[in-house]
């Protein structure tokens, strides 16, 4: 059981939270209402999503008070809770991925290392600044029209139409294409919490002398280049790119990793 | 340097493509919007796609069913993939389920983003009216609508929410038969709303009355037309000044105009 806390816990948030905002459009519910663009919290705290805000400000567009006070709640939200724990406690497409690497995995297609020449790990940075280029330009917020997560959350709420198609595709790319394709190369939504997660106060900590390098932790994580203290120094993950999803502490069999607060002074 | 120009290459050719996509799927006009939305080019830069206005009609006191007691189907829908209206903004289709123009207008005051406008649905006096919203124009088709046939209906009339104001019935002799009226319904499109009650209640196969979205169904005259007979109009031109705009004449057409073969 402890093998999998941080997973089983994860899978209750992101299942609870697409729940919650089902059974606002549903039942009528008044806690989690809207779509991750912008939601209401039990009927009055505004919430937005900072990436979704600032490609509708990109387009010129003077946005409602409600939403730059809930892209700022968000921002600071998962400043304290780890810029990508949207993405791995959150995000609904972050179970589809991890379903197409748990595949992917089962099928031995992780044999040979494979070398994506075009496609870098920073691709998603590239196309969050060109999502704002984009946006500006056409006049829409651009990452929207497109975006896997909100048509699959929309999906789950309203009904997914064609829309299936998009999802289905991401899980297709990550299982026979790219080894964590979606989430961590392409998508700029997670590029944005990233940017986030490096300031971060909850963080992974590693704990060298309890270490004994079995490398369970590089296996299942998603981003391992964040990993890159693992039997080296006693640190913390300060990588924006760790989601917080605490499979490494879920599967290290000798609690060399766990979550605690960052030392901002040490250097 | 070779890969930092090949990254610069596939951004800008992934910005073309991501450009000309957004551009095409942005291309509905066909669309009608809840109330209270913003000119259309600006609703879809403005609404952050969120569907609390769709959840906020599905979920209004108004919408249970009497019968069951449970809700029923809600007039806002939420595009999909398949819908062919960008995604994931709010919009409704007279014939499935009309705007039923609910008094407290519960859709409105939800958006966060600005993309629907509550003071443009509020009266003088700062309080919800949903009579000004303008969603759309109904727009009659006479040759398929029965009434301008001589056969008598006034399902449009009737089920307009603001009766005898959006839609009015003029009298009119029928010289086909000699001793009948046609009794035509003429929308204002000052007070129509656009709700679609009319459309969902017309008896014809395919709707003769139907609601079009206001870019689609009225024409522009222009501002260099003015209605001197109409006071505030008139006020347009007060301040005008006299343009003297001299074209120079040919002397010999006047003259010559019946022996240039020309004439038909």
Same mark, same amino acid.
């Given at each position: ?209 309890? %270490? $004994?390098? +079995?490398?369970? !932790?590089?296996? =299942? /994580? ?7 203290? &693992? ?10 790119? %760790? $989601?917080? +999803?605490?499979? !490494?502490?879920? =599967? /290290? ?7 605690? &607060? ?6 | ?264």
């Amino acid at each position: 059981m402890n093998k999998i806390k941080y997973l089983l816990l994860r899978r209750f948030t992101q299942v609870g939270i697409l729940i919650l905002y089902f059974g606002a459009n549903a039942y009528g519910w008044n806690i989690l209402a809207g779509t991750f663009g912008s939601s209401l919290l039990f009927g009055t705290i505004p919430l937005a999503d900072p990436y979704t805000t600032l490609q509708v400000l990109a387009t010129g567009f003077v946005l409602g008070a409600d939403v730059l006070l809930g892209a700022v709640i968000i921002t600071f939200f998962y400043f304290i809770v780890g810029g990508r724990a949207f993405c791995s406690w959150v995000c609904p497409i972050n179970m589809v991925t991890d379903l197409a690497n748990w595949l992917r995995r089962k099928l031995k297609l992780d044999k040979d290392e494979v070398n994506y020449r075009f496609l870098k790990r920073n691709a998603r940075y590239w196309i969050m600044v060109l999502g704002l280029i984009v946006s500006a330009v056409v006049g829409i917020s651009a990452f929207e029209v497109l975006s896997p997560i909100t048509i699959m959350q929309r999906g789950i709420i309203f009904g997914f139409g064609s829309g299936i198609a998009v999802v289905l595709a991401i899980f297709l790319f990550d299982v026979f294409g790219v080894k964590n394709g979606w989430c961590g190369h392409l998508c700029p939504l997670g590029a944005s919490y990233s940017l986030i997660g490096k300031a971060s106060v909850i963080r992974v900590e590693h704990d060298h002398e309890a %270490c $004994t390098a +079995c490398m369970e !932790c590089k296996v =299942v /994580c998603p981003e391992n280049h964040v990993l890159h203290m &693992i039997n080296k120094e006693s640190i913390h993950v300060l990588d924006g790119e %760790c $989601t917080n +999803c605490g499979r !490494c502490i879920d =599967v /290290c069999g000798d609690d060399a990793l766990k979550f605690s &607060i960052r030392n901002y002074l040490k250097k | 340097m070779a890969t930092t120009l090949q990254s610069v290459g596939l951004t800008a050719l992934g910005g073309l493509l991501w450009s000309g996509y957004t551009d095409e799927v942005k291309a509905s006009p066909l669309v009608l919007r809840p109330p209270g939305a913003i000119k259309e080019d600006d609703f879809l830069t403005a609404c952050i796609k969120c569907g609390l206005c769709a959840e906020a009609c599905q979920n209004r006191e108004t919408n249970l069913d009497k019968e069951t007691g449970l809700a029923k189907e809600g007039t806002l829908k939420m595009a999909k993939g398949g819908d062919h209206k960008l995604i994931g903004t709010p919009y409704f289709i007279p014939t499935e389920v009309p705007c039923y123009m609910c008094e407290e207008i519960p859709c409105v005051p939800v958006c966060p983003s600005g993309a629907l406008d509550q003071l443009s649905v509020s009266n003088d006096k700062g309080e919800l009216d949903i009579n000004k919203a303008s969603m759309g124009l109904a727009v009659v088709h006479k040759e398929s609508c029965i009434a301008y046939w001589g056969i008598q209906c006034d399902a449009c009339y009737r089920a307009c929410p603001l009766l005898g104001e959006a839609i009015t019935i003029e009298m009119q002799r029928n010289e086909r038969t000699g001793k009948h009226t046609f009794m035509l319904p003429i929308v204002h499109d000052d007070v129509c709303t656009g709700c679609g009650l009319c459309e969902i209640a017309c008896v014809t196969e395919k709707p003769a009355i139907f609601v079009l979205p206001n870019e689609v169904s009225k024409g522009v005259a222009g501002d260099h037309y003015v209605k001197g007979w109409d006071k505030k109009d008139q006020d347009r031109v007060k301040n005008a000044k006299e343009i003297k705009t001299t074209t120079e004449r040919s002397n010999k057409s006047s003259a010559d105009y019946l022996n240039s073969g020309d004439l038909y």
